[in-house]
């Protein structure tokens, strides 16, 4: 050891202040983003906003679209069992002239049928709409349902005075006459209903909807409505 004489000390890292400093770096930090870099990610953020809004308001459009178009179209109609009829009278018959849309066959959920109800006799009875003043019963001797090609046998029973006749009409304009009758039962049946008694024999050349008309006189008009299966 020298007397007087300082210890040598060696530093671990340069004190000249000339010496470059190496750049510091910490994980995470990024350098700031470029003019082109802000706008790509504007862009991009533009395109998610305006896609959520579609999202959301879509189904609102969408309402108002189907609502206008709603709106525009014209309203549907319907006929009652796809005819369209109006009534002439013809040698004391009342004919009802009829374009029914399914002249092959006419689904019993479009054709008005007459409603039937069990008879004392068990068979099933229709009560005919009337128009004017009296009372006609159909008795359907050929049960519930009936088919083309076939005999279809029906039992009237009417009030009033004068002559009794009964006609057809149904799918393609047709106009169809019983192919027997109207017999008349001078005595009636035990079939209780009130007015004279007659039987028919129909066979439609088709199946579908048909309107039986009836007249007694010249007051009294009724129909009931069959639907023929095939």
């Known amino acids: 050891m020298n007397g007087g004489d300082e210890p040598d000390v060696s530093p671990d890292f340069p004190h000249d202040s000339d010496a470059p400093c190496e750049e510091l770096s910490i994980e995470g930090l990024r350098s700031p983003l470029t003019l082109a870099q802000r706008r790509r990610r504007a862009a991009v953020a533009a395109i998610v906003v305006a896609s959520a809004l579609a999202i959301l308001l879509l189904p609102a459009i969408l309402s108002h679209v189907n609502i206008a178009a709603i709106g525009s179209?014209?309203?549907?109609?319907?006929?009652r069992g796809a005819f369209t009829s109006g009534s002439h009278f013809q040698s004391g018959i009342t004919i009802v002239s009829g374009v029914s849309s399914g002249?092959?066959?006419?689904?019993?959920?479009?054709?008005?049928?007459?409603?039937?109800?069990?008879?004392?006799?068990?068979?099933?009875?229709?009560?005919?709409d009337v128009v004017g003043t009296g009372d006609v019963w159909a008795l359907l001797l050929f049960g519930p349902t009936s088919s083309a090609h076939r005999a279809?046998?029906?039992?009237?029973?009417?009030?009033?005075?004068?002559?009794f006749q009964v006609a057809a009409s149904g799918p393609g304009d047709a106009r169809l006459l019983p192919v027997n009758g109207p017999d008349l039962h001078?005595?009636?049946?035990?079939?209780?209903?009130?007015?004279?008694?007659?039987?028919?024999?129909?066979?439609?050349?088709?199946?579908?909807?048909?309107?039986?008309?009836?007249?007694?006189?010249?007051?009294?008009?009724?129909?009931?409505?069959?639907?023929?299966?095939?």
């Open 73 to 79: 179209a014209p309203a549907a109609t319907a006929t």
């Open 103 to 128: 002249a092959s066959g006419t689904p019993a959920t479009m054709c008005p049928v007459t409603p039937q109800s069990p008879s004392t006799l068990g068979m099933p009875e229709m009560h005919a």
């Open 152 to 163: 279809t046998p029906i039992v009237w029973r009417a009030t009033g005075s004068g002559a």
């Open 186 to 230: 001078p005595g009636g049946s035990n079939w209780q209903r009130p007015g004279g008694e007659w039987q028919t024999d129909f066979i439609f050349p088709t199946p579908g909807c048909w309107q039986l008309q009836v007249t007694r006189g010249t007051d009294l008009h009724a129909s009931i409505w069959l639907n023929i299966g095939a």
